[in-house]
């Protein structure tokens, strides 16, 4: 079957650095997608990663590891407005999105 | 980024009525658009795929008589729940992309519509 793993919930304070992981194993791979969504809203796109490596993109940098099935979503300079749930979503051979529970993120003053 | 606008964001709708959900995307034309659902606390659950003029594809376990998907244009997709029950009481999100899946462009998300049946 197709699996992805991520902490339910993780805590963190305000200015500190954050990291969620996000493991998978799914029928192929073609790439791996992080979404942000506060409660009741929709998702927002944060970063897509096909190739190995880091991608950073102001506060927030996203890492692949395709021949471990692993991902990081980091979080620096923590803001109040960063609590959200944090989703892990994979491509999978079909090209379909396999998606993640999420993790919910509390930032505490 | 491109924007894709869901209407309406909230609906209370009574037992046995029909509910239209629409997905446009303003700036940019969709070729395909996603149907997903949301429990609470839960993941996004993929109810199905619609390309442009063909007919959606939905996901095992969706029933397609009860959620239609019309997607008659490359900027609107239209969900209907129709003889909306209790239990079909959940937060239905769109999402659109330009290219087919295949090709792995960014989809963009609507607003969400939150969908309580009474």
């Known amino acids: 079957g197709q699996n992805i793993d991520q902490p339910t919930e993780m805590t963190a304070t305000e200015g500190a650095i954050v990291q969620i992981n996000c493991t998978y194993q799914?029928?192929?791979?073609?790439?791996l997608f992080w979404y942000q969504q506060h409660a009741g809203e929709a998702p927002t796109f944060l970063s897509y990663?096909?190739l190995d490596g880091l991608e950073e993109k102001g506060r927030f940098s996203s890492f692949l590891s395709r021949s471990k099935g692993y991902s990081y979503l980091l979080l620096k300079e923590l803001q109040m407005k960063d609590s959200a749930s944090y989703l892990c979503a994979v491509v999978d051979s079909n090209y379909q999105l396999i998606w993640g529970a999420g993790t919910k993120l509390i930032i505490k003053p | 980024g491109a924007v894709v606008s869901q209407h309406p964001s909230r609906v209370i709708c009574k037992s046995g009525t029909s509910v239209k959900i629409e997905c446009r995307s303003l700036d940019f034309q969709a070729t395909t658009m996603f149907w997903y659902r949301q429990f609470p606390k839960q993941s996004l659950m993929l109810m199905a795929t619609s390309n442009e003029g063909s007919k959606a594809t939905y996901e095992q376990g969706v029933e397609k008589d009860k959620f239609l998907i019309n997607h008659a244009s490359l900027t609107l997709s239209t969900l209907t729940v129709t003889s909306a029950h209790p239990e079909d009481s959940s937060f239905y999100i769109c999402?659109?992309?330009?290219?087919?899946?295949?090709?792995?462009?960014?989809?963009?998300f609507g607003q969400g519509t939150r969908l309580t049946v009474v």
């Open positions: 999402s659109a992309s330009r290219g087919p899946p295949e090709m792995n462009t960014e989809a963009f």
């Open positions: 990663n096909v």
């Open positions: 799914t029928s192929g791979f073609n790439g």
